[in-house]
């Protein structure tokens, strides 16, 4: 399996600002993933980073509020803009394998005030 | 109505004990399966894949039932280790669901 790094691992941020996390993998991978996981809830796909094109947002995230990018195979950024209380949640990327299976990075833990 | 739908639990069973969870989904077109495991404030990690033939890994078994559209983990012999959430995931290629996830607890 992948190894798979996030930074920042937890921060605080100022409602009205913007925080990018970034996910580092130690392959090259097709399929990077980017997920959000609120308190006692599941995961939610927020949207499939593309190499070379724009991400596939899920419907209800945009691509003004998390903005994506991926400037190549073993790496990418989520953007969480302009915050509120509300974005406060843990932000997962994964990569999918051969058979699909997805191994996550160890999340962002985010809270705004 | 939800993509995966898993009892959220919690189960609670002593050492030992053998405990079943279930998934259902509702996307018939779904081709991968897998399950999860979830320890508190940590990543999900992949515990198993679950194939039309059922597999087998240790204590652990999946099952799958395409034409009630369910998915079962089998824990037997539970150690106190196996407490967590076990999330059970459906899905085609590029997009999968995640269901709320089972909470396990073992209990000495």
């Known amino acids: 399996s992948a190894v798979i790094s996030q930074k920042p691992s937890r921060d605080i941020c100022q409602r009205g600002t913007s925080l990018t996390i970034q996910c580092q993998v130690d392959?090259?991978?097709?399929?990077m993933f980017w997920y959000r996981q609120q308190p006692g809830q599941s995961l939610t796909l927020i949207a499939t980073?593309?190499?070379?094109?724009?991400?596939?947002?899920e419907s209800g995230f945009v691509i003004d509020k998390f903005p994506i990018s991926r400037p190549n195979l073993t790496f990418s950024t989520l953007t969480v803009s302009n915050m509120s209380p509300e974005d406060s949640s843990i932000y997962l990327c994964?990569?999918?394998?051969?058979?699909?299976?997805?191994?996550f990075g160890p999340g962002t833990r985010l809270t705004v005030t | 109505r939800k993509e995966v739908e898993q009892d959220p639990g919690p189960f609670n069973v002593p050492e030992g004990a053998t405990v079943a969870f279930n998934c259902t989904y509702s996307?018939?077109?779904?081709?991968?399966f897998f399950w999860y495991r979830q320890d508190c404030r940590k990543e999900p990690k992949l515990l198993m894949s679950?194939?039309?033939s059922g597999n087998e890994d240790g204590r652990f078994t999946a099952q799958l039932n395409r034409a009630s559209q369910y998915i079962s983990l089998l824990i037997r012999d539970s150690k106190l280790s196996d407490s967590a959430t076990y999330l059970c995931?459906?899905?085609?290629?590029?997009?999968?669901?995640f269901g709320s996830g089972t909470k396990l607890n073992v209990k000495p």
């Open positions: 994964s990569v999918a394998a051969g058979g699909y299976e997805q191994y």
């Open positions: 392959s090259q991978v097709t399929m």
């Open positions: 980073a593309n190499q070379g094109s724009e991400a596939t947002y």
């Open positions: 996307n018939s077109a779904s081709q991968s």
């Open positions: 679950v194939y039309s």
């Open positions: 995931v459906a899905g085609n290629f590029n997009k999968f669901y």
